[in-house]
């Protein structure tokens, strides 16, 4: 039994195809507008295309349009009789890793492409990295442009057999991998299967993507509520907290904390945009009633009293770094947890992560835009961090210019690293 709704997310090396693929997934999937259609027509004309450009449904700024390229993460929804889907369609050149870590970040499934007659390529092996320390439950690889190599079953054969062994050095299971042959151009095993691979047996694309059951991602910590509002009603004495649920799941009854202060009490009401309800999952949002009349604001995190993370100043957390300003040891930062942002330091930097080779650089002078690394970070108010592989969505958190306001690092609880590279 598969889930109604995944969320995939496409990655690979530049000029590999992802913009085609989506647009194909879409267009033969009839999940797009005939208005859309005839503007994608227009364009490849003006282009002096042959054919259209099924790209150009997914390239959607100007300025991807006039250079070809992908530049932001472009979400797509699609659905099937099976699923529905949402694609987080992100770019494949260097200097937009950013990007593609955001649109990994939530993704429950993720598809890389090759172009067939490059292989896997440098930024193939750091997309695959940037999977593997995310978490993402499992990955697909596309061996695209196979129409370039003649459809060529040696030439995919030796392409997967070194994606898959790469994808397994970084600690993926053998059963969350999968490789399929196509051709985004000509449509080719995306949607309907081809006569001009009959050495290939498995299911196209989108067969796989409508039956793939993803791992649970880490949440098993316990109820999780980071309070963004708190809701008041001076009439009826009406006072609740509302948030998301991060994880596990809340019912009138249950026994709570809230952090940092400490302070206990009871859910008494569980409301949600659709009225009171008997329980609310993780995902859901929520709007909590507590037995108590306590001081609780925005940025607090409402917990399973029987199950309470850990209040830390002090963290080692694995970042990736997104800024041109290369993070060197003494940096002064902001750090986003959930809800609450407070002062940050980042008194060290311990090691840098080579993607490539697979090994940790141990103390490093500094991170530079795309590096992974690990550091030390010192916060100025006590935090209730959980790991991030206990719990992705209290696991992780941005570090932000105090001055400007743009995001720095992409950052997770723990050390994340030495899994991928064996250390740990």
């Known amino acids: 039994m598969t889930s109604d709704l995944l969320r995939l997310v496409t990655a690979g090396s530049v000029d590999d195809g992802k913009s085609t693929l989506v647009g194909r997934l879409l267009y033969d999937t009839k999940s797009v507008l005939s208005d859309q259609i005839d503007a994608v027509l227009r364009s490849s004309e003006e282009r002096g295309l042959d054919n259209p450009d099924l790209s150009l449904l997914v390239d959607g700024l100007r300025a991807e349009r006039e250079q070809g390229i992908t530049i932001d993460v472009a979400y797509r929804y699609f659905a099937t009789a099976r699923r529905t889907f949402v694609l987080a369609d992100t770019p494949g050149h260097v200097h937009y890793l950013r990007n593609t870590v955001t649109g990994a970040s939530t993704a429950d499934h993720a598809v ?84 001009r691979t009959p050495w290939y047996d498995g299911p196209t694309l989108l067969e796989h993507l409508e039956t793939v059951t993803p791992d649970e991602r880490g949440c098993d910590v316990g109820l999780r509520v980071p309070v963004q509002y708190v809701l008041r009603d001076g009439a009826t004495d009406y006072r609740a907290y509302a948030g998301q649920v991060a994880a596990g799941e809340v019912r009138p009854g249950d026994e709570v904390v809230v952090l940092p202060a400490g302070t206990r009490s009871t859910v008494t009401a569980v409301g949600t945009p659709d009225g009171p309800v008997d329980e609310a999952t993780t995902g859901q949002p929520v709007a909590l009633t507590l037995a108590d009349d306590l001081p609780i604001s925005r940025g607090d995190l409402i917990a399973a009293a029987d199950r309470v993370p850990e209040l830390a100043t002090e963290v080692t957390a694995t970042v990736c770094w997104l800024a041109e300003e290369p993070l060197r040891p003494g940096a002064r930062v902001l750090l986003k947890h959930g809800t609450r942002t407070t002062k940050c330091r980042v008194p060290s930097v311990s090691a840098k992560f080579d993607e490539q080779r697979l090994r940790l650089e141990q103390s490093p002078e500094c991170l530079e835009l795309n590096d992974i690394g690990q550091v030390r970070l010192e916060v100025a108010d006590a935090l209730p961090f959980d790991t991030y592989t206990d719990c992705v969505a209290t696991g992780a958190f941005l570090l932000i210019d105090p001055d400007g306001g743009d995001t720095l690092a992409a950052g997770q609880v723990g050390d994340t690293l030495s899994a991928v590279t064996g250390d740990a």
Do not use: C, W
């Open 112 to 195: 890389l492409l090759t172009d067939a007659r490059k292989g896997v390529l440098e930024q193939t092996r750091r997309h695959l990295a940037v999977m593997a320390m995310l978490g993402v439950p499992g990955i697909t690889l596309a061996v695209n442009k196979l129409d370039l190599v003649d459809f060529s079953q040696e030439t995919y054969e030796s392409i997967r057999a070194e994606f898959v062994a790469h994808a397994e050095s970084l600690g993926f299971r053998a059963d969350q991998i999968t490789t399929v042959p196509i051709s985004a151009l000509a449509g080719d095993n995306v949607v309907t299967r081809s006569d």
